[in-house]
Structure formats: C-alpha cells, structure tokens
DNA sequence: ACCTGAACACCGTTCAAGT
DNA sequence: ACCTGAACACCGTTCAAGT
C-alpha cells in the first residue's frame, strides 16, 4: 500500500518557472482576449496559469491593480513615432500608434481608454504630444487644453469602435439590415431618414475622419495662437 | 406561549406599495450616487427596498439590464433644447443639456457613456442633432460622421471629467502641489514644463473649450460642403 | 520569498413553492 | 402576478502555516 500523497503545501520545490509579474498580466489578457473583460477573476486567471488565485496576491495589488496593470502592459505596448516637424501629421502618427496598440486587444481596449492611470508608461503618450505641440511653438499653458481635447476625441472614438465590436465593415449585412429596419421605425424623422447611414459602421473610415476632424480645430488653434502672436509682436513694436 | 412567527413567504398582504421598476432604478441610482458603481449588487439594491434580492428580477433582466435601465433613465432625463436655427449654439446647447444630465449624478454618467444603449431614449440626442445638421442643409450621408465625430468629442471630455471626481477646480490645493511635483520628477522634459498646467483641471471650462474645438471642426465642414455644393451648382450651369 | 489551506463574507441567478 | 426558501456555483481577500 503506496502512501497517499498529500496535498502540497508552500513553495513548489527546485528553481521552476516561478510565477512572475509579467506572465499573470500574459494570461489575463488571454482571457480577456478569448472572453472579456467580465471573466476575468483571480480564480480564472490563476486557473489558467496552474497556480492558486491566492498567490496571484504576492505580485499583484488585488483585482483591481491586475486590470491596472494590464491597461498599462498595453499602453507600454504602443510604439510611438519619431517626429518629422510637420505637427499635424505627427499627431496623426501619434494617434494611429494609439489606436493600433488599442486594436492589438480590441476587449482589452475599455481598460486603457476609462481606467485612470498614473504610472510613469502612462505619461509617454502625453509626453509625445507635448513635444509636437512646443515644436510647434505652442508653449504648455496653450497645449494642454489641446491635448486634452484631441484626447478626448481620440478615446471617444477608439471607445466607440471597440464597442462595436468584431461586426465591422459591411461584413455584418443581415446585422445592418435589423438595425437600419429598427431606425426606421423609429418615429424619428431624422434618424430614420439617416437610418441606412446610421446603421453601417465602417472602423478604419470612422476613425481617420474623426482624427481629422479634431487635427484641424487644434492646427486651426495653433495658426491663431501664432497670429495673434505675431499681431502682439507687432502691436509692441 | 405565542406561536412562533413564520417566516413570510409569497407576496405580502394587502394591496401595499409595490415593488416597481422605476423605485429599483431609483434605489440603484441612490447606491451609486452614495457609494459607486462597485457598491451596486442584486443584494445592496433590495436591502435598501427591504426586499429579497429575487424579487428584482420580476422588473429587471438581471443586474446587466439593471445597470442599463439606470442608463436610460438618466439619458430620458437630458432636457433637449428647442432649436433656434443657430447651428453652432443649437449644438452647444444639446451638449450643454447632455453635461447637465451626466454631472447630476457623476459617479453613474459612466454607465451613460460606456454601455452600448439600444433603446428608443438613447436615440433622442441623435435626432435632435441630426435635427440641427439638417436644418443647416446637410443631407444624413454627410451628418452622420458629424454626429459621430461630434458624440466622440464630447463623451471623451466627460468621461474624463466625472472620472477626476469631486476633487474640481481649485478647490483642491495640495492634491494639485503633490500630481505637480510627481510630473515634475517625471524625467520626461515636455511634462516637466507643463507640470502646473497638467496638474489642475477645471472641469467648467475644459468642457467648454473641448466642445468649442469640435464645434469649430464641425462648422467648417458645414461651411466646406455649403462651398463645394455652391461650386457644383456653378458648374452645372 | 513565495505558495496554499482554511476561512470569511460576499456575489448573480434558477426554480419551485407559496400567497 | 409577484415574492421568497432553498440551493448552486461562483466571487475577492486575509492570514497563518508551511517549504
């Protein structure tokens, strides 16, 4: 008669592959990735990874600094761009790595976009439009309310496109044709008028045409700035 | 001795004050405003109705369409306003009265700005801009991107603005001198520089200058598309 | 230093049984 | 028509006990 084996108990022996930072954010993302954001939970996570969810504890501040920490895996992913000194196509730049390291883990995409972060990785991107704009000759007390306004509308629409989720483009036809059937009884004049326009959803287009939508009202702002810069400048003479 | 009292089951006598849908959105929207939405569950709603939990769900599908329900009540009670023919002011004045909703209670407006809603109410601001757009002369093909790139704009800046909480303006004196000292210890030269600027928010007049900047996109298009018309009208001749 | 057993105080949800 | 008991399969988190 072979003795039971009890269970184990305390740290597994030899030098395994310990249980690290970086491979619990891994797999939770892998479950976001397979099935969202919702069934993300220590016991899920730690299932996945052949551990105990209490031991997720030793690397991670609880549930809550997980997510944080996988937003800022994400925003640490994005590779920003050189700048060329022309402002507006380096913010576009800027914006589309933005939206690529958002579309890398589209359910993942809400963590980056609603979570506040306040890590240093966090920072970068901000960063990277500041040094545009001051390139630009827009000193920081006039670039911040630019930042934060193309920012707004970079998220705003990233948020939305991810929300749409994977029934994009006219892939999607008897989809469209539900929703555009819905709008159009509507009662709404309007927005059953707008009802074919308002049910398609088209990613790529949506987001380059509201990216230029916010880059000309701040390259507008920024041409004002230096007129009234310059109308200063000579009204001192 | 007394019979010792049965616990109660099946509905209570008399024709009492019933459990009904609008009171449960009221009480969740009591938690929420109290506590956050994290503090919203099945339990800490009917606790606060001195109901079981289960009854809930003879008027709510489940906590996702309460949750919802909540949403859709605080978008029904956005005030739109009467339009005036002022495309720009109409504009500002249906963002106005979205703000207006989402801040009068600030801890849920996530839930307005993030769920994806589906109901006829979450379609009433898109007919009053669609409304605004028409009049200007612009046909659905061309307003709804404004709309959306307009939408973007303006949920991007509230979602920031509920989500740096109470702590507005400058009211809040050494939370602002410790985010500035933390950004100018960054490393990072751009943030540095803007450290005073990035570390105060005035959630008033962000919102207004936010939204002044996708107004002026807007309009320009308006004025483009009116010149473009005009020229192929010209042309035509 | 790091992992787990035991334990606690929670969750959302179904369904039949009651009134 | 509407409410609850019993029940199920989950949660996040603490802490001491182990290696």
Redesign the interface.
Known sequence: MTATREPRRGRPPGGAPRLTRVAIVDATLEVIDADGIDAVSMRSVAHSLGVDAKSLYNHVAGKDGLLDAVAEQILGSVRLPEPTGDVRGDLRAIGDAFRDGALAHPRAA?LVL?R?LTS?TA??P??AV??VL?TAGCP??D????L??L???????L??EV?AGPARGAADAPGIARRQAV?ER??????A??A???SRFDGDA?YA??LD??L???T??LGERRATGARRALSRE
Chains 1, 2 share one sequence.
């Open positions: 809400p609603t506040r240093l920072l970068a901000v960063e500041l040094g001051s920081p007390r670039a911040v309310p630019l934060r306004g920012v707004a509308a970079l998220a705003g629409t948020l939305r929300r709008l509507s009662g709404l004049p309007h927005v008028e707008a074919a326009d308002l949506e045409y509201a939508l916010a000309d009202a701040v507008a702002r």
